[in-house]
Nanobody, 125 residues
Framework: QVQLVESGGGLVQAGGSLRLSCAAS????????MGWFRQAPGKEREFVTI????????YYADSVKGRFTTSRDNAKKTVYLQMNSLKPEDTALYYC??????????????????WGQGTQVTVSS
């Protein structure tokens, strides 16, 4: 069973940047797509981005397209989320997750089987 640990969250002013990391251990990493989700207070958890096993394909939610970039380093078993031009509406608990199926790119929450504990991102106006 893979364990995922996110880091890099914090408090930032609107327009600022943060880089989240998600380190995997104890399970396969390089053959699975990895995703980022977020949950704001009082809202459902929502999809942010997914990156393919090789890192060659990535999809983004419309709300973050052009501002967020995901990447991965399979040698380090780590996936990243670079967040630029942050807005107060980006405030949320950010989770990374490993896909259930090797090489699949389904973006639904149920497509992911392993989750980290989350890291808080707060953007002040």
């Amino acid at each position: 069973q893979v364990q995922l640990v996110e880091s890099g969250g914090g408090l930032v002013q609107a327009g600022g940047s943060l880089r989240l990391s998600c380190a995997a251990s104890g399970g396969a990493f390089s053959t699975y797509s990895m995703g980022w989700f977020r949950q704001a207070p009082g809202k459902e958890r929502e999809f942010v981005t997914i990156i393919s096993a090789s890192g060659g394909i990535a999809y983004y939610a419309d709300s973050v397209k052009g501002r967020f970039t995901t990447s991965r380093d399979n040698a380090k078993k780590t996936v990243y989320l670079q967040m630029n031009s942050l807005k107060p509406e980006d405030t949320a608990l950010y989770y990374c997750a490993r896909h259930r199926a090797s090489y699949s790119l389904g973006k639904a929450e149920g497509d992911f089987g392993s989750w980290g504990q989350g890291t808080q991102v707060t953007v002040s106006s």
